[in-house]
Each structure stands twice: as structure tokens, then as C-alpha cells.
């Protein structure tokens, strides 16, 4: 049995907001945490050593991708995703579930798994809950995470219940498949299940207690942000986190925006992701200190002394101004979302600093409450 990788330092007394501390081989991430999203075994637009700069405590890669490029066995051969990403720090893969769930129109689900046409090249592939396992091994990130079944929203109460039911027996037969299948790199993998149930309480009750059974690493909230209204992930999140074990890590996969993590850290969420910052930088949008700022706007195009978020302290807004990024976006220069990403990836994770800052001093409620608002505001 490998230890518990999650160690609970403190709760909230005026909310679920907790202070943490995740220990893998390749370092300690303390949460609440944001993961950058690096899909291909790299956060688009950035360095390795832009990651370090802005101090991510750890990146996410997606199994789907690696799988199909450059293929698990490459990444065995480098011995695991840490060292062919040139990231060296502590790494988490999701399972593909999620991935080969939005193929749609390219996949058929099955009672065993889940057979899809790659997006890339159409050639017919089938994921099972040990063949994704053993991606994960060869891949070697430091959290590995179950092969689940992303319920759509909306949907039924049967439908729902259908879907998590291949959620559970695919969880069981991967962990009965790690058991028996030791890491390839040395170094252990934890575990962390996923609990669906979609929108339907009872649903995501049920789903807990089975996953309780199991006991995994750490749990994991999928199936939220997939077009329900915020309220209603909150609400969902904050049901669920009542019935976690306290001492294990929760993950909400997929999220959000900078006020849905501040949201969700007050509902006892440990772990977010999201491709949203580095995505929506690409796109001409950032997050800042006060509020959202669309730097493609023609009226930044003389602002050359102003930076992008004048309260960051950023490599992008140290240096550059709001008309110099504008400028780049116009020229089609790969350099602006490379500046964009880096403003948007440390704004996210200086946020979640502030926020265990804030927890530790015993005023988070306050200062999220107060910065929520804020966040959102749309800069003129
Ligand atoms: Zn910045």
C-alpha cells in the first residue's frame, strides 16, 4: 500500500476552504491549486522555464493526445512525461474518458470500453479501463486518474444512472488492474477516482460511497461545466464535498474561470483545471486584477505606457505595455500569445497563492467575496 500523497493543514472555520499539501517523487504542490493545462506534453505558447518562473506547482497532460503522438512508448522510453516535457516537476494525466466522450459523431461506447476513430488521422482505436491504465503507467505522470464516463447535461435520471454505472465498474477494473501492474518509473502514481452522477444528487451520493469502498488516492468531481448554469456546479460541488473523506484530495476537472476557482476553494475544493487561461490568452482575452481585458481592442492601440495588468508582476506585464501586445496580435506575431499565455497562467496561480495566503490569515471569505465581483467586471 503506497501512502496517502495528501496531508489536510487547515480548515476554514467560516467556510469549507482548506489549506493543503500534495507530496509526490517530483515535488510538493500545495493546494488549493491551479494546473496549467499542457496538452501534448506542453502548455501552448510557453516554456518549461516560463512554468518555473511563474511557480507551477504542477501541469496536467491529456492520455488521448499522447497516445496517439507521439505514443505512450515513446514517453516510457524517455522514462515518463516529466523528463521528455523537459518539466521536471510533478505531472498529472487525465484518463482520455473525457477526450473519446467529445469525439461523438467517432466513438461507440461499450459495455468494456470505448471504441473511437482518432481525430487525427480516423484509425480505429479501443480504450478499455486496463489499456488506459497502462497508458498512464508508460506515461508516468505522478497522478494518474480512472477511466470514467462524462454524463452529458442535461440528462435523466436514468440516463445518468446508466452512465455512472460504467463509470463504476471502469474504476473498479482499473484499480484491479494497478494492483496487479506495479509503476514502470520508480516512482509511485496515485490514484485519484472520478465521481459522476451528472446533476442528480442521489446520483453523486451513490457514486461517493461506491468510490469510498475503493478508497482511492484522491477524488475527482468530472462531469461539471458542461453547460450547466454556474450556480448549479457550485451547488453540485458543494454537495459532494460534504461527503468526501476530509483527508484526501478533491480535483474538479475542467474548471473555470478565476471567480469559479474562488468559488469552488470556498465549497473544500483542493484542484482545478482548466485550458481557459492559456486558451482564452491565444484568443485576445485576458484575466487581470480588474477585471477582463480584451487587449485586441483598437482603443489599446496608443496605450504605450500602460501594462496590461499595471498589479501584475508578471514577465509580460513587467515589461510590455497594452499597446505593444495589441500590436503584436495585429502583425500576427507568435510572441503575443506567448506574452498572453505567460499573463494569464501566473495570474491564475498568483491568484491561488493569495487565496492560501488569505486562508492561512483566516480572511478568505472576505477577500473572495470582495474579489469575485471584481474579476468578472469587463474593462472598458
Ligand atoms: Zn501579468
Redesign the pocket.
Known sequence: MQKNPFELLKTSEKSKARLGKLTTAHGVVNTPIFMPVGTAATVKGVMPRDLKEMQAEIILANTYHLYLRPGTDVIATAGGVQKFSGFNGPMLTDSGGFQVWSLKDLRKIKKDGVEFRSHLDGSKHFFSPASVMKAQREIGADIIMAFDECTPYPSTLEEAKHSLAYTERWTREAMEWLKENPPLHGYPQYFFGIVQGGMHKELRAKAIETLKELSPDGYALGGLSVGEPPEVMYEIADFCTDLLPQDRARYVMGVGTPWNLLELILRGVDMCDCVMPSRNARNGMLFTSQGVLRYKAGRYARIVDEA??PE?S?Y??RNFSKAYLRHLFQAGEMLGMTLATI?NL??YLELMRRAKQKIAEGVFEEWALEQIPILQRDIP
Open positions: 496590461p495588468d501584475c508578471c509580460t506585464c499573463h501566473h495570474f
